[in-house]
């Protein structure tokens, strides 16, 4: 059996800023990637396409405010980086 997948050393190398900053990060990289593994079924960001953060973006932060969208395309942008593709 497999080991789950560490969303918190995934992001270490590029998290920055203060340790409630981080946490949020690692929170929010945490809830993309379990909504993407429930839509999708892609268990980690390795396995993600650009179309599966539009979709979390688009369908998922519809009814959320403008200031909790602004900080999940943050930590969205910290995924990109991670994986380092110009997605954004």
Do not use: C
Request: proline share 1%.
């Amino acid at each position: 059996m497999s080991r789950a997948f560490d969303m918190e050393l995934f992001l270490a190398g590029v998290l920055t800023g203060s340790h409630s900053t981080r946490q949020r990060h690692v929170r929010q990289a945490k809830i993309i990637q379990a909504e993407i593994a429930k839509r999708w079924q892609r268990e980690t960001p390795w396995a993600w396409q650009q179309k599966h953060m539009i979709w979390f973006l688009k369908e998922r932060l519809a009814r959320r405010s403008n200031a909790t969208r602004y900080y999940y395309l943050l930590t969205l942008r910290l995924l990109a980086r991670r994986l380092e593709k110009s997605w954004v």
